[in-house]
């Protein structure tokens, strides 16, 4: 079996809304939390890639020393580079776009929530909009590609509307295609649990979906109403899911707790801790899914979910997913 730990040893600038993860206090863990973690789950697992972030990538000052160390303690798995980056890094540290292209980084997806004023209130730090933007012209300047995604809801529906002409407006199709990179720009909702979930009363209704974001929108012929979701699934009789995978990705706080990846990190999704639990009790647990979270999944069917936290009203936009975790994370905090 494989493994990915994916552990928040150095905390993040941001305090973005959207989170799904939630929020979490910004701590320094120790350096050789590391070790401790791969020794602990050795056992256990032929494949294990350590990475060092779960939040902000390389937030730490030897960004540089810390992938190698993620890759050399690794056991046969390097960690991957996807298309993240850190943006505080990016403006702040000339260097650090070099390290991107060496470790083959060739596009970085950047997050915006509207203009200035929206953005920086949703990233959760004044300044936000403006790194965002010189982010991008660093990364084009330096062959590296640029993915724009916007998260949207009612409040600033309008303000996506002008980020999509901002982009236009930059020239940001011409200037990828120099550097051989197509340029994408994309806009969701997101999932509605995490921090997210707090903001379920600003999530947008399908119909105020601006019309010139509809091709941008991120699977949008798959999208519904929450009513008509709420009639779809008012007699399901199944449960929601949670297949255990060849390949586990565990999150780890910086209090130690470890949780699967399907959700934020609260007491519900919590596995244990592996500084207080034997590796092997917590191996069980891992294998079984012996969480609360996901033995309430297995024994409340989703047409009760529906009934209990389900608004047959609603226009808010869902695809069926999210809408099914939007549920279940509802349910779980009653």
């Known amino acids: 079996m494989k493994l990915s730990l994916v552990v928040d040893m150095y905390g993040c600038p941001n305090r973005c809304k959207h989170c799904w993860l939630g929020h979490m206090p910004n701590k320094t863990m120790e350096e050789d939390t ?11 697992f032929n494949e294990i ?36 980056a850190s943006f505080y890094k990016i403006v702040r540290e000339p260097d650090y776009v070099q390290f991107l292209k060496e470790v083959n980084t060739n596009i970085v997806q950047l997050t915006f929530f509207g203009l200035e004023k929206l953005t920086d209130k949703y990233v959760g730090r004044n300044g936000a909009f403006k790194e965002l933007l010189k982010a991008t012209d660093i990364l084009l300047n330096n062959g590296i590609g640029v993915r724009w995604q916007a998260f949207i809801n009612e ?72 009513k008509e979701l709420f009639e ?28 699967f990846n399907y959700s934020s990190m609260i007491d519900t999704w919590k ?5 207080e639990e034997d590796s092997s009790i917590i191996f069980n647990k891992i294998i079984n899914q012996d969480v609360y979270a996901i033995n309430v999944a297995k024994n409340v069917k989703i047409k009760d979910l529906v009934k209990e936290c389900g608004d047959f009203t609603s226009e808010k936009e869902f695809n069926i997913s999210d809408y099914k975790f939007y549920l279940l994370f509802k349910y779980l905090l009653k």
């Open 155 to 226: 409040e600033n529906k309008d303000e996506i509307v002008k980020l999509l002409e901002l982009s236009k407006e930059l020239n940001l199709d011409i200037r990828s295609n120099a550097i051989n990179k197509e340029f994408k720009f994309f806009v969701h909702s997101g999932s509605c649990d995490g921090e997210n979930a707090k903001l379920y009363h600003l999530r947008i209704n399908k119909k105020d979906i601006p019309t010139q974001l509809i091709p941008y929108f991120l699977e949008y012929d798959t999208c519904y109403e929450e």
């Open 271 to 275: 596995i244990g801790n592996v500084k």
């Open 34 to 44: 590391d070790l401790f973690l791969i020794d602990y789950f050795r056992p256990y």
């Open 49 to 84: 890639s350590y990475y060092s972030w779960s939040r902000e990538p390389d937030f730490t000052n030897d960004y540089r020393a810390r992938w190698k160390r993620d890759c050399d303690i690794s056991i046969n798995s390097k960690p991957l580079r996807f298309e993240l």
């Open 232 to 259: 779809l699934l008012k007699n399901e009789e199944t449960f929601i899911n949670f297949p255990l995978k060849e390949d586990i990705v565990l999150y780890v706080s910086n209090n130690y707790d470890i949780y």
